[in-house]
Structures are given as structure tokens and as C-alpha cells.
């Protein structure tokens, strides 16, 4: 069959999936997974192309990769704090060594095969974690930036991994060596990364914008991403790790929102690819034939990952929310156990039958996680209140804050400390009106301490939480949370405790904006939206607009703009 014959049947039925998907409101990679089983090999048979999918997915992943670090800023990644690191290795430990347990006791395989069953289950899926937080718009959520920074962590270790398993059938004794050329190999590869990303990248990326060729951008930074994964796993690193890095470095130059602009609408198209052909690795008839046994291992690698993240987010200082969040999102088997699983049998480590039950163990697994996730943030403020279970002001490791609320009975509830909320918090200050910050996340908490600003650490949706915010004699109550979930479910529970309470809230999309003009909430802020309003003063100002003239037209703009200011299928 011609490559453009079976690409063109990969997206169409990419195509049909996903529309089948954003019409049932389930999210379209579910839909991308699901008929990549149809139309694979072990099912219709349509594509048969295998080598051409595989490396348009990994090209997919890549990009994905790349933009991500394009997105996300090295100080987004470090508000992670200890969690990301610390936290990561832990989860990694924890859930290898139980991976190891579970083996060797339960389904009784050799150890070099239960070392290797925990090996793989330690690793999460970055390219399923990512679009599905991207699809929500939850990746600037708090367990957004644990999920991504942990997921990074996992990335990072394939690189000791990739060394252990090929020498786990033989002797042990020429892992340090190796173990500490890969690490060698790593350092030198993130080297010169960051030396091109200071002194070769500002000039190349010059010199292209300088022909203003919009062809020739893209194409660099398309050879810029692919070089880059290309260059990493030349060195021993991961590929989508190379990519991921090259995008961090590009972020912090002039040329990283134009790079991001023109990469999107490729990145979509190959991360497609790589979600359908990912369907297409299962095999119906071997689950029909060894169904027990798939459910079995699956059911055991779901509580293990969840029971681990969940523990190590917890330990960590976060609330029973973001750990839930974060257990549900990556309780899953990454792309890379494919990788290690087809290491592990050239090595001779494991069987053609146990390479099969893990595939099919890692995209039910995959397939699971969008429902997964949307189950959590559904169920989680119901089983908090069938619990009574709570997030109460502590003390957490490392730092000593402390619940301080004012005297003033008239203050301002402010429920999230972002950049939103600390630029709002610095105004309330200036403006001698008495507040309090309410905030999930321990590092924010820790800045607040540092400025002395009075502060409740803490879920802003529980409501032993907000009790210690007296709503009742509160003036207002502030919510900037870019999580929408967690700003419905903040709100819907202020006004179970205060239902004259009047409410703030951000808000990027019409389905949350419905939900809380239904609950009462008239107050909603869309940045974007506000943003755009300050665009025009601005362009009417420069036009030759008199100040009085501009404050006539606005008005007239944000009441007819109230048809366009949320767009449902825009992810903020």
C-alpha cells in the first residue's frame, strides 16, 4: 500500500474518532485510541505500513515535547519545588521495587523479569499526561506541574534504564561502568544543549528572521526539534527528552511564541499519529484469549501507580485533591515500556507472550487515563464529603506557615496566589483593604509567608478549609485559579457556606462560565477577553480617539463582545 494511501486512512479514521469523541464530551485522544485499534493490524487490517506510522509517531512525540518546553518556563518547573525532584526519584524507587514484589510473589516470574515488570511500570505516558492536560486546560494547575515535572524525572531515568536491562541476563558487575558513561553521555548532551541555546541559537534563529521567510522559520524549527531528539539519543538520552530540552532553551530567547505559533498546527497532526498508532499495537484476540490475565496485571498496575503518586504528593505537603489528581492522571504505562519491553526480549529476558501481556497492559492503561482523570474531578468533591475527609491549615515539611486571618470582618477572600492572585494581593495591600490568600500549592504558601502576608494553606474547594476564612463576615471572595474544576468546585462550595456571598471568579470557557452563571456568580473574569478590551483602548487611543469617546464605545463593544467572550472550544 502507497505511505500517502495508509497516512491518509490514519487521519481520516483520526478524524472520525475524534469527532465521535467531542461529541460524546469525552476527549478526543480516547477516540484517536480506540480506532487505532480498528484499523490496525491485529483488527481490520487497513494500514499494514508499520515502519511509516512508527516514525511519524515518533516524530509526533517530539514536536509534542517541544512545544511543551516552549510552554513551560524553567521557574514553572521549579515551583514544583521538591516534589518534582524528590518526589519523582521516590516514585520511581517505590513503585520499581513494588513492581519487583509483586513479580516475584504474586505472579510468580524470575527475578530478572519482575526487575524488569517494575522498571516499566515506573514510567508514566508524557505524550497521553500532556495532551490531556492541554485538551482540559489544567496544564498550569498545580497537580499540572507536578504531573509534567515528575513525568520529566521518568524521562530522564530511561537513560539508566536503557543500560540495566540489556545486562540484567548476565553479569552485574559491568553496570556501574556503564551506568557511568550513560550519565557522562547525558551531562554532555545537556552541555551543549545549553551552549547552543546561548550563543548558536540567538544567531541562527537571527539570521532565518531576518529573511523573513515564514517557509524557512518553521523548517528551522522543525530541524531544530528533530535535530535536537536525534542528537540526545545518539548520546543515550531519550529522544522526546533531546526535544523537550531544546524547546526549554528556545523558550527564554524572542523567537519562542512565533516558534510555538508555526510548530502547533504540524505538532497536532503527528501527535495524532502517534495516539492512533499507539491503538493500533493492541491485539484484540490475544486480550479475548488471556483476558484474565491482562485485567489481573492492569488492575495491579493501577493501584500500585495511584497508591505511590498519591503518598508521594501527599508526603510532600499537597492536599488530598492535587494527589488525586495527580494518582489518576499517572497511573499509567508510558511509551517507553514499550521500548524496554522490546530490550528485555532481545535480551532474552522475557517471553514473546509476556512482551504481548505487557503491550496490551500499557494501552489499557492509556486508554483508561482520560476516563480516568475526569472520573477524579467528578468524584473527588463527593467523596470528600461522604469522607468528611479534609485539607486543614498544617504545617508542612519544610516549612513553618501558619493560618493568619485579620481581625477586619469585612476582607477579601483571596482563593489562588499565581501571578493573578499576587498581583491582586499587592493592589488589596496598597489599597489598606484587609485580606487573606487561601492556596493549595507550598511553595506559593511559603512566598506569601515570606512577604507577610496573611495565609490558609489548603484546598479552596473544602469547606473545613474555607471555614477558616469566616465567609460569612467576608466582603468578597476572589477566585484565580487557572484550574477550571477546581474554580466551579471553589465556588459551588463558597455558596453552600455563604449563599449571599458575592464571587469573582476566572473563567476561560463557556461550559464553567455556564455552570457558574447557573449557581448565581455574575462576576466573571476572562483574561484574554479583559486583555483584549485594554488591546482597544490602547489601538483607539493611538488612532486619534479622545478619552471620552473611547469610554463611549467600550461599553457598547463588552456588551455585544459578551456573545464572543467565551469560546468552548478554545483551551486556555
Aim: charged share 15%; aromatic share 8%; glycine share 10%.
Amino acid at each position: 500500500m502507497s505511505p500517502v494511501i495508509s497516512i491518509a486512512i490514519l487521519l481520516a479514521a483520526a478524524l472520525v474518532g475524534g469527532m465521535i469523541a467531542h461529541r460524546l464530551k469525552q476527549p478526543v485522544i480516547l477516540g484517536y485510541l480506540i480506532v487505532g485499534v480498528a484499523v490496525g493490524p491485529h483488527a481490520l487490517g487497513l494500514v499494514g505500513d508499520l515502519a511509516l506510522i512508527e516514525a511519524a509517531a515518533t516524530i509526533g512525540v517530539a514536536l509534542l515535547m517541544f512545544t511543551l518546553g516552549l510552554e513551560i518556563s524553567v521557574s514553572q518547573l521549579r515551583q514544583a519545588g521538591k516534589v518534582g525532584l524528590w518526589g519523582g526519584v521516590a516514585q520511581i524507587i517505590i513503585t520499581l521495587l513494588l513492581g519487583l514484589v509483586v513479580g516475584f510473589t504474586l505472579f510468580r516470574w524470575t527475578l530478572p523479569q519482575s526487575l524488569l515488570f517494575g522498571l516499566i511500570i515506573s514510567l508514566s505516558s508524557t505524550a497521553v499526561c500532556l495532551k490531556i492536560l492541554m485538551e482540559r486546560g489544567e496544564l498550569n494547575s498545580v497537580h499540572g506541574r507536578i504531573m509534567i515535572a515528575i513525568l520529566i524525572l521518568q524521562d530522564i531515568s530511561v537513560v539508566a534504564m536503557m543500560v540495566v536491562v540489556p545486562l540484567m541476563n548476565g553479569t552485574l558487575q559491568t553496570v556501574p561502568v556503564a551506568l557511568g558513561i550513560a550519565v557522562g553521555k547525558a551531562l554532555l548532551s545537556v552541555g551543549l544543549t545549553i551552549i547552543s541555546g546561548l550563543w548558536v541559537l540567538p544567531w541562527l534563529m537571527g539570521s532565518i528572521g531576518g529573511v523573513r521567510s515564514r517557509e524557512l522559520f518553521l523548517l528551522t524549527v522543525l530541524v531544530l526539534s528533530l535535530g535536537a531528539a536525534l542528537g540526545t539519543q545518539i548520546f543515550g538520552l531519550s529522544a522526546v527528552f533531546g526535544a523537550f530540552l531544546i524547546g526549554l532553551v528556545l523558550r527564554e530567547s524572542r523567537f519562542a511564541y512565533q516558534a510555538l505559533v508555526e510548530i502547533t498546527p504540524l505538532r497536532d497532526i503527528f501527535a495524532t499519529l502517534f495516539f492512533v498508532s499507539l491503538g493500533m499495537l493492541l491485539d484484540p484476540g490475544f486480550m479475548l484469549e488471556h483476558w484474565s490475565s491482562v485485567l489481573v496485571v492492569v488492575g495491579t498496575i493501577i493501584i500500585i501507580k495511584f497508591l505511590v503518586v498519591f503518598g508521594v504528593v501527599r508526603f510532600f505537603g499537597y492536599s488530598g485533591r492535587i494527589a488525586y489528581m495527580s494518582g489518576a492522571g499517572l497511573f499509567q504505562i508510558g511509551e517507553f515500556a514499550f521500548i524496554l519491553t522490546q530490550a528485555g526480549l532481545n535480551a532474552s529476558i522475557i517471553s514473546a507472550q509476556f512482551y504481548s501481556l505487557i503491550l496490551a497492559s500499557a494501552i489499557l492503561t492509556m486508554l483508561l487515563t482520560p476516563l480516568s482523570i475526569s472520573f477524579a474531578s467528578w468524584s473527588y468533591p463527593r467523596l470528600a464529603r461522604v469522607l468528611g475527609s479534609s485539607t486543614p491549615p498544617t504545617k508542612q515539611p519544610g516549612a513553618s506557615f501558619t493560618a493568619e486571618p485579620p481581625e477586619e470582618p469585612s476582607r477579601v477572600v483571596l482563593a489562588g496566589y499565581g501571578r493573578i492572585g499576587q498581583n491582586i494581593a499587592q493592589g488589596l495591600q496598597d489599597a489598606g483593604i484587609p485580606y487573606i490568600i487561601i492556596d493549595i500549592d507550598p511553595e506559593r504558601i511559603a512566598d506569601a509567608r515570606s512577604s507577610g502576608r496573611p495565609r490558609i494553606y489548603g484546598d479552596a474547594s473544602n469547606p473545613n478549609v474555607l471555614s477558616h476564612a469566616d465567609l460569612p463576615g467576608a466582603r468578597m471572595l476572589v477566585v484565580t485559579f487557572p484550574d477550571p474544576i477546581a474554580v466551579v468546585t471553589a465556588v459551588k462550595t463558597a455558596l453552600q457556606i455563604n449563599p449571599k456571598l458575592r464571587i469573582l471568579a476566572r473563567v476561560h470557557r463557556t461550559r464553567e462560565a455556564d455552570l457558574l452563571k447557573a449557581m448565581g456568580v455574575i462576576e466573571l473574569i476572562n483574561p484574554e477577553y479583559e486583555a483584549s478590551l485594554q488591546f482597544l483602548r490602547r489601538v483607539l487611543a493611538t488612532s486619534g480617539w479622545e478619552e471620552s469617546e473611547v469610554k463611549e464605545i467600550l461599553p457598547i463593544v463588552e456588551k455585544e463582545g459578551d456573545l464572543v467572550e467565551f469560546n468552548p472550544d478554545e483551551e486556555v
